[in-house]
């Protein structure tokens, strides 16, 4: 089956730690993005990439790192530099038959302590 | 930038219609439509692309004017199953294609 995998669903991390979120995709597809969702604030983009080794700041990127070796793989660092990194995060990719559909993970919850 | 969606919340009887808009300050590309449950991922229901179309899937329907920059989606004879928070995505002239920005979501409250 196609589709995008978040691993871990839920993740922990002390004050201070840098921490990386997973996402892999087996549709195919060039593009991949990662959004934070905090209560009430829809899906803020924080970085999205159309090819392999080429990326684009988002909206909020100040505090995260990606890369993009691999067109299955786009991993998302939440650095000790972001200021409130608890959110849920998550990864989605551009497809469809119009290659105008946005795809989804599951998302991540990563909560600091 | 981020589009700007109305109302913020619904609360609806089964069987009912409600319209949501969005409206954004930046000439438009395209706009999309996704709905998420509670703790799931949001789920695409429809793009609508510059030239003024509109758009259905099953008993949701959307337009977009690309004149006004705004779209609106319309769920008519609404079901349980439609309870959840509906986000607009939008993709401007002025950006690189393919960077979508959200609005902040819509939540919508079916009840029996």
């Known amino acids: 089956d196609g589709g995008i995998t978040q691993s871990p669903k839920y993740l922990f991390r002390k004050e201070g730690q840098n921490v990386t979120l997973s996402c892999e995709q087996n549709l195919n597809h060039d593009a991949m993005y990662w959004y934070r969702q905090d209560p009430g604030q829809g899906l803020r983009l924080i970085y999205y990439?159309?090819?392999?080794?080429?990326?684009q700041k988002g909206d909020i990127a100040e505090g995260y790192s990606v890369s993009r070796e691999k067109k299955e793989s786009f991993p998302l660092t939440v650095t000790s530099a972001q200021k409130n990194p608890t959110a849920f995060y998550l990864c989605?990719?551009?497809?469809?038959?119009?290659?105008?559909?946005?795809?989804f993970g599951p998302g991540t919850r990563l909560t600091v302590l | 930038q981020q589009p700007v969606q109305s109302p913020q919340a619904v609360i609806l009887r089964e069987g009912e219609d409600a319209v949501i808009n969005c409206s954004s300050s930046?000439?438009?590309?395209?706009v999309h439509w996704y709905r998420q449950k509670h703790g799931e991922a949001p789920v695409f229901l429809m793009i609508?692309?510059?030239?003024?179309e509109q758009k259905g899937h099953d008993k949701i329907s959307a337009s977009f004017n690309e004149k006004k920059q705004q779209s609106s989606l319309y769920l008519t004879a609404s079901q349980l199953s439609y309870s959840g928070t509906y986000f607009c995505?939008?993709?401007?002239?002025?950006?690189?294609?393919?960077?979508?920005?959200f609005g902040p979501g819509t939540s919508l409250s079916v009840i029996p």
């Open positions: 930046k000439a438009l590309y395209s």
């Open positions: 995505g939008t993709e401007s002239l002025k950006t690189s294609y393919d960077k979508v920005i």
């Open positions: 989605a990719t551009l497809g469809g038959i119009s290659y105008n559909e946005q795809f």
């Open positions: 990439s159309q090819i392999v080794n080429d990326f």
């Open positions: 609508l692309l510059k030239g003024g």
